[in-house]
Structures are given as C-alpha cells and as structure tokens.
C-alpha cells in the first residue's frame, strides 16, 4: 500500500531531458499512443522523439515529445491543443532537480534492506552496491528506447513544397470548405483538413494547394507579416514538408 503512490512518481524522477528543443506534454488520454502523440506535435516541425510516460505498461496522462528544430518547440508551446475533447497542457521540459535522483534511491535499495533480515552479516555490505549495480540497467533500457525512436526522425525531413502549404491550429470545427475560404484572394486548387481515421475528427490542421508557387509565397509572404485569426486562433502558414502531405499524413494515422 505505502510503495503504490511512489512507483508512479519513477518515471518523472527518471525522465532526463538529455534532448534539446523538449516539451512536456499533460492532460493526455490514457488511450494515447507515441504514435498519436507524434501525429499530433509533427504539424509544428520534424519531430525526433514522441514518447507517452508509462508504468507497468499503462499511461500516466503524460509525455515528452523532442523536436529537431527549436522552433517547433517554440509553436507547439504557443498552439492550443486539444485531443478527444481534452485541453493539452505543453510546456518547456525541465531538467530533473538534485532532490528528485535521492527519491528515487531509497526505493531501490528496499529489497536489500528486506533481505538483511534474513541474512545481516553476510547481506550487509552487497545491499549498498545494488542500488548502483541496478541504475546503469534502468539507463540502458532507456537509452535503448531513445535509439529507437530517433532513426524516423530523418525520414521526416526534406525539401519545402513549392506549392502545398501546411495550415496549423485551426479550430477543431473548421471544414474543408471554410479552408478553402480563407484564401480566396489567391488561386489554389485544392483545401483539405486532416482528420484522424479512427474518430474522423479534425487534427486541427490541413493543407492547401496553391495553383502555383507565386500564389503560395504571397500566401506564405502574407500571413506570415500579419498573422490569420480565426475564432481567436492565430493560425500557422508554412511550406509543407511534402507534395503530398494529405496522402501522407493519413498514411500514417
């Protein structure tokens, strides 16, 4: 009973922010899965890490997500979020204090303690080298996931798309029509939100292709210059990673 509120505090006292360009992302569904959350934190930048915080296999509301450029960490942090209905909480990831690795000590060195009872003199001295024998393991299973999680990150990269542009922090409500509308002083040829396959719920962001690449710099030009509001949202306008970023992207939802 005592050790149950502790063992969900192991993972922020493990959680070391060894990435630069992190946030920390609260409020999440228990459902969500690094896959979403990486969905979700990829329409500000290339992301190189996503990762919903776990304990005994099951999430605690919580996660990291790690981007190649700071300036997606800086877009994310001002973007207001939301998923399945909940307010997500972004915010800069902040190192772990001096305090946090001596709360997490006592608990690994419970078991040695408990087997002194049994066998005092011969257990004395082994039960202070455990904690220290068992540390370098929980860091490699770490680093092992890290390692994992970071070959995608290339893939995502790439050359900015001479006529898509990518249309960040719409409303949840808007639709492919009122998109459309919001360019209608320039030629474009198509204008699609990017919805979840699951829940066909928006994503809360889409793109529109431009009929050339004079159209979308004067778009880009534009609004980048005096920033497009809507129902109080200041939208994000850039280049699109992709030619065909609306294929793509539901690709992989």
Known sequence: MSTSPKTTETPVAAEKVELPNKVFVGNLPFKTTDEELNELFEQFGPVAEARVIRRAGRSLGYGFVAFVEAAGATAAEAAQLELDERTINVETARPMSETEPREAAPSARRRPRRARKAKEAKEASVGEEKPAAEKPTEEAKEGGRKRRTKAPAAARTGTPSETVAYVGNLPFATTDEELSSLFAG????????????????????????????????KAISKYSDAPLVVSERPLTIKAAMSETPMESTEASA
Do not use: E, L, P
């Not at 040829?189 to 990017?194: E, M, P």
């Not at 979840?196 to 529109?208: L, P, Q």
């Open 186 to 217: 320039f030629s474009i040829s198509s204008a699609r939100i990017v919805t979840s396959k699951k829940t066909n719920r928006s994503k809360g962001y889409g793109f529109v292709t431009f009929s050339s690449n004079d159209d979308q710099s």
